[in-house]
């Protein structure tokens, strides 16, 4: 019997391949051996005895550990903060690998597919689990890019708490803002790392600042940096006044140096950690009642005194309570600073107990996840993550239960906790109703299979990948029978067809890039239809009288509306009908084939004669709704973008000029270091191909996010452009 096992599609790939295959040792050696053409494994993959690498600990130990002593958490962060680096420290310190991966020699542990290790980037979630000190500390890897922040929101939801991942020289970022949004709205207590200590312009001081701005997170200083840039070669544990320091001549920092500090030795160092120390009890005390109550009774003489373990129980309450924020700092590249990392992680972040979900959970076949690789277990404790394997019908986001009687006693559970929800917000019930937000793709393009004969092929790799990633989206083009595929950006839709070739052996052929546009009316319209057909010896008639308005919403799904004199009599399966005949509209609008957004339909009649069809009466209701969409004054919406341009000053100008150009609209240019911030919006449409140009401006200097931010109104004269262009005309 199981308890309190909560499962997700972690590692979406795998689960995928499983299922096809449904022996996934064939899985991982077919990939390494398309792997090894273009990729400098720096370890020994293919030699695995069973499942196991070489270079990777023996799991025995660390089966079924207490729930007390498990830690579930993510490593969030924007693009090239250092996740995978500091993963790979991670993995190595814990003696989970016998080398260090490096992003940039493409062979770390978590960034396992192809794309992940050409690119240096993370595009799909990998989850290890390792020990460190007694602890089980199951740990997932999550991508930075901006396209793939769907696979990011879908972790958070399994996790007990996470490792905000900064750039010390760039502090909060448009990408940490996102996935610090997302942690936010499932209640993830954090801790923050700032990386990159030794790099030029790091500044832990700003890093810390911003996050106090940007994040509006209360940041509790545990550590001081020693040194900074060219310069930084430790740490000071403020709840312990001890120093760290690091052995610059050691290649791999796995031995450091903790000493107290002493009045004799560092007279400077220990004045500034004893200031930062009662600041940090104050700070504290502030917030956590029973901290202020020991605080005021036994120490409030001499901070000094309090014993450190005393103040790490409090800082626990606060991380948990979500009221500040732990921050950290090192150099992941340096070797420096993740040890204690590790320490706080199981110190201060949660046990799946302390986050109180209430599930039970029966499952038959179950796998522990070690990046690519997995081992089958006979069971699981309460608090562990784990795969399973053949689910047909199981997308991300379900939660699964053990059975009918499980589920409707949690669904019950829910309704009694959702009557107390005004006066406390509770766990179990979020996590058990909240899915994942799918965000909606902005680009599409048709995709072709190499001949009709594969086409089967092309739809069965599509379904699949829809599976694990339900950002991207599929359909099929009425007027041409094109498939096209809709996804969250450039990168998205490359990286989809990258794996369409390498994973499922199809050579397809993507057409143009195109923007995801939306239509709107802008004036009140009725209009009627009829639709009588005999087939057979039956007469189908229908007449319908609807009106489609505008109104505010910013919502693809219309508002659907009934007159009083027919909502009354009006039979359930007719009603479906109406309703999906309305949606099938509106999914194709008069001007650009695109989605109708921000529409109310009125249904004024509805006469039809006995015997008539439902999907007669779909039909009809969908003609006479598009009648009225056409008759309509009409609007192109595009979407439109926040943009965060991250630049050396002497780029600072081409990079306006060429935003000028591109119809952007700049809000704000902010300085952080030696480099500007540019923040505003641009049209998408003006933005492709963005990456390319601006390493060509600015020498490969500059980086920048995009994040969709609304769908806006088109001028008369893009818009005729556009709709020219579409139509062959120019
Ligand atoms: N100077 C310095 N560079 C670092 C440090 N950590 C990582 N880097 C470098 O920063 C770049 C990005 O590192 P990654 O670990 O791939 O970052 P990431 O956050 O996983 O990136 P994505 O997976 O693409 O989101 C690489 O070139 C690393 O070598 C650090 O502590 N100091």
């Not at 950290?328 to 420096?336: D, H, P, R, T």
């Not at 006693?409 to 899915?435: D, M």
């Not at 965000?439 to 599509?462: M, N, Y």
């Not at 999906?580 to 249904?603: E, F, K, M, N, Y």
Request: charged share 25%.
């Amino acid at each position: 019997m199981l308890s309190n096992l909560r499962i997700c599609a972690v590692s979406h790939q795998t689960i995928s391949s499983v299922h096809i295959n449904n022996i996934c040792c064939y899985k991982v050696r077919a990939s390494l051996k398309r792997l090894k053409p273009h990729v400098p494994l720096g370890r020994n993959y293919s030699s695995l005895p069973g499942l196991i690498g070489n270079d990777i600990k023996s799991l025995h130990s660390i089966i079924n550990p207490p729930i007390a002593k498990i830690r579930n958490i993510g490593i969030m962060a924007h693009i090239d903060a250092g996740k995978t680096t500091t993963t790979e420290r991670i993995l190595y310190y814990s003696g989970y690998t016998r080398s260090l991966g490096d992003v940039d020699d493409g062979d770390t542990v978590t960034d396992f597919m192809a794309q992940e290790r050409e690119r240096g980037i993370t595009i799909q979630s990998a989850a290890v689990t390792f020990d460190w000190k007694g602890y089980r500390v199951n740990l997932i890897d999550t991508p930075g890019h901006v396209d793939f922040t769907l696979e990011v929101e879908r972790c958070l939801r399994v996790l007990d708490g996470a490792v905000a991942i900064f750039d010390a020289s760039a502090g909060v970022e448009a990408q940490t803002l996102t996935v610090w949004r997302q942690a936010d709205k499932h209640n993830i207590p954090r801790i923050c790392f700032l990386n990159k200590m030794d790099k030029t312009g790091a500044s832990f001081k700003y890093a810390v600042e911003s996050i106090r701005e940007k994040l509006k997170a209360k940041p509790l200083l545990l550590q001081l940096p020693i040194g900074e840039a060219k310069t930084f070669k430790g740490v000071v544990d403020v709840v312990t006044k001890e120093k760290l320091l690091w052995n610059s001549n050691s290649n791999d920092g796995k031995d450091f140096e903790r000493k107290p500090l002493l009045e004799i030795s560092d007279p400077e160092l220990l004045k500034e950690t004893t200031e930062a120390r009662n600041a940090l009890i104050e700070q504290v005390a502030d917030l956590d009642d029973e901290f202020a109550d020991l605080v005021l009774e036994e120490f409030s003489e001499n901070f000094d005194l309090l014993p450190a373990e005393k103040l790490q129980t409090a800082i626990h309450r606060v991380t948990l309570a979500q009221t500040a924020v732990p921050v950290l700092c090192g150099s992941a590249l340096k070797n420096k600073g993740i040890q204690p990392l590790l320490d706080a992680v199981t110190v201060y972040l949660p046990s799946p107990e302390e986050r109180n979900y209430e599930f039970l959970e029966r499952i038959s076949r179950l796998l522990l996840p070690f990046a690519d690789q997995h081992v089958e277990i006979p069971s699981l404790t309460a608090g562990n993550i784990a795969l399973t394997v053949g689910l047909k019908h199981t997308a991300t986001g379900d939660t699964i239960v053990s059975s009918k009687s499980s589920a409707l006693a949690a669904a019950r559970r829910a309704e009694r906790e959702g009557e107390k929800k005004h006066r406390q917000n509770n766990e179990a019930e979020r996590v058990l109703l909240a899915g994942v937000e799918i965000p909606e793709p902005v680009f599409f393009c048709t995709i072709e299979p190499p001949s009709v004969s594969k086409q089967p092929d092309l739809e069965h790799a599509l379904k699949c990948l829809q599976r694990e990633d339900p950002s991207l989206k599929v359909r099929l083009d009425p007027d041409s029978g094109q498939t096209v595929l809709c996804g969250m950006g450039e990168l998205h839709i490359e990286i989809i067809h990258d794996r369409i070739k390498r994973e499922y052996g199809l050579e397809t052929y993507l057409g143009p890039l195109q923007v995801a546009y939306r239509e709107t009316i802008l004036n009140s319209v009725r209009a009627t239809d009829t639709l009588d057909r005999t087939l057979g010896d039956k007469r189908h008639l229908v007449t319908v009288e609807v009106e489609a308005r505008p109104i505010e919403t910013s919502s693809v799904t219309p508002v659907i509306e009934y007159a009083e004199s027919i909502s009354e009599g009006l039979l359930k399966v007719s009603k479906e009908a109406i309703e999906s005949g309305i949606h099938s509209a509106c999914l194709q609008g008069p001007l650009l084939g695109s989605p109708v957004q921000d529409v109310a339909i009125t249904l004024y009649s509805l006469t039809v004669h006995p015997g008539t069809s439902t999907t007669m009466i779909s039909a009809c209701v969908s003609r006479c709704v598009q009648k009225a969409l056409k008759k309509a004054d009409k609007q192109v919406l595009e979407p439109l973008m926040n943009l965060e341009v991250t630049v050396a000053r002497d780029y600072l100008s081409p990079v306006l000029a060429d935003l000028a150009q591109r119809r952007g609209n700049i809000q704000e240019i902010q300085t952080r270091q030696d480099n500007k911030v540019v923040i505003g919006f641009v049209p998408l449409a003006d933005i492709m191909g963005y990456s390319t140009v601006l390493r060509t401006l600015t020498s490969g200097s500059a980086t920048f996010a995009l994040e969709l931010s609304t769908y806006q109104a088109m001028n008369s004269q893009d818009q005729n452009t556009l709709l020219n262009r579409r139509s062959g005309l120019t």
